[in-house]
């Protein structure tokens, strides 16, 4: 079965730090890039970063560039987001996603329909 189980998630002040991870199974993890989305209530998933299958292309959004990083060991199946300088405004349930495409072309990877395979979600309150 596959399977993208999303964790590192909780509670964190402003201008702090959280290193989420996305642990893969059940496909073949090096052929898919990955990507980071985030949903805060009321509000529409947006895409955060997105890295391709061999680790070398990055993308970010305009939001977290510059904060948030990205990579991923193929290895380990895991794809990781280190998220640093944290605002309230980051506070939202995260999701990990894969996709079939192995290096993602122009802005496509901020498309949920892009995405095969999606993890359960963790939540980041950003709150002092």
């Known amino acids: 079965d596959v399977q993208l189980q999303a964790s590192g998630g909780g509670l964190v002040q402003p201008g702090g730090s959280l290193r989420l991870s996305c642990a893969a199974s059940g496909f073949t993890f090096g052929d898919h890039s990955v990507g980071w989305f985030r949903q805060a209530p009321g509000k529409e998933r947006k895409g955060v970063s997105c890295?391709?299958?061999?680790?070398?292309?990055?993308y970010f959004a305009d939001s977290v560039k510059g904060r948030f990083t990205i990579s991923r060991d193929n290895a380990k199946n895991t794809v990781y987001l280190q998220m640093d300088s944290l605002k309230p405004e980051d506070t939202a349930i995260y999701y990990c996603?894969?996709?079939?495409?192995?290096?993602?072309?122009?802005?496509?990877?901020?498309?949920?329909?892009?995405?095969?395979?999606w993890g359960q979600g963790t939540q980041v309150t950003v709150s002092s």
């Open positions: 996603a894969a996709s079939g495409r192995q290096v993602p072309y122009g802005s496509s990877w901020l498309r949920p329909d892009e995405y095969d395979y």
């Open positions: 890295i391709s299958g061999g680790g070398t292309v990055t």
